[in-house]
């Protein structure tokens, strides 16, 4: 064998294998992708039901006799919490199956209904007080957690039991049954029912949170960034200022949780489950990721522009905000989004400082109770309810379309800003 057949037969065998490289990168990257996909319609078909309510219509009695009222009584404040709003639900619903009579059919028979529609009532007799005394109104209300899932996925499960069903056919029937979007998702809190439950709290809880987090990471970690890349002497305590900056972006989270619980909550008395708390730590978790981006992208800054700048006579301090950070912004801008980005997604030190509890109301500001969309996920998850199910996937979907705003938002300035200079 000569030397040219023992080249061509080594130039085969590297193409072969560069071949064999390209084929399992193509099917590295296609598997990744296959799970994508897999995981993504895994989630939206959970999450399909949580966007929808099943609603029953009742004709609600509102003549004194069924609300208890005296005809010459005032519809007072007073007057209206004295009604019997669940006595009223039930009397409607004992209207639409008047063959009823047992009482464990009756038991079957109310838990058809939400147990938050004699609040609907209440709230609809508070704002329309000119309904007291006339015919019986016609309301839409939620159906039990258990009903609603029934309905909209048509599966029979334990907790529906076969008279419930022949209950939901004359519903249907009757045209008194149906689903609706529901609005309630995006504009109520956390409830103990599944049909009442919502992430308004936790999408105002990450607002809070986030903010607090924004005010401090920033400039906190392009100051830092700034300082080290430009100003700070080459010594060993750089360097040792350096490697832990580092080895901070790699510790994992939960032990920001641990230090925000010692040092915020026990020694400084910061109040518990405050999106102030959360904030902080998320804050000293996001600083790495903002530092370490921020110095990358200052330190790709061409050096002639620096030095062109300083032989015009301008200042280093000069040189390095009229010049160098507008220059770096779209690297420094990318970063700290995607730290912000991560931030969001956190749940296992906000777990430790107790943004774990279970809080009703919308939080009006950073130092009341509250909780975030992350730990709201972890806390329906972790529900018995069948319908709990949707509503965590349907708010990982929520959180997934915030995640993909803020990484379309860091293109877009890295974008821009890459444009103007």
Known sequence: MNNTEIVKQGLKKRYAREKRFQLYGKLAVLSGFVFLVILLFDITSKAWPAFSVTEILLEIPVDHESLGLSKDSEPNEEALSGINYAGLVKQAIRNVFPEVTKRQQKKLLYRLVSSGAEFEIKQMMGE??????????????????????????????????????????????????????????????????????????????SFWTLLVTLLVSLPVGIAAAIYLEEFAPQNK??????????????????????????????????????????????????????????????????????????????????????????????????????????????????????????????????????????????????????????LTAATILVLLAFLTLMNALAIFLRNYFEKKR
């Open 128 to 205: 329309n007080t000119d309904l007291i005394g006339g015919e019986p109104v016609s309301v839409w209300v939620k159906a039990d957690d258990d009903i609603d899932t029934y309905y909209k996925l048509e599966t029979v499960t334990s907790r529906v039991k076969g008279e419930q069903v022949r209950f939901i056919e004359k519903l249907k029937a009757e045209g008194r049954i149906q689903t609706s979007f529901n609005i309630d998702f995006f504009t109520t809190s956390d409830s103990r029912e599944p049909e009442q439950a919502g992430i308004r709290g936790a999408l105002v809880g």
């Open 237 to 390: 305590i750089t360097d040792f200022v350096e490697i832990n900056i580092n080895n901070l972006a790699a510790v994992p989270s939960i032990v920001f949780g641990l230090l925000g619980l010692a040092v915020f909550i026990s020694f400084f008395g910061l109040p518990r489950s405050a999106p102030l708390v959360g904030g902080l730590v998320l804050s000293l978790m996001t600083l790495p990721t903002i530092i370490i981006s921020s110095r990358a992208a200052i330190k790709s800054v061409p050096p002639s522009l620096k030095e062109a700048a300083l032989g015009l006579g301008a200042s280093h301090m000069q040189t390095v905000f009229h010049h160098v950070l507008p220059q770096a912004m779209p690297g420094v801008l990318t970063g700290a989004i995607i730290g912000m980005a991560q931030a969001l997604g956190e749940t296992a030190p906000l777990l430790m400082i107790g943004m774990v509890a279970f809080i009703v109301d919308v939080p009006g500001g950073i130092f009341d109770s509250a909780t975030v969309l992350p730990v709201q996920i972890f806390l329906w998850s972790d529900s018995p309810e069948r319908a709990f199910t949707a």
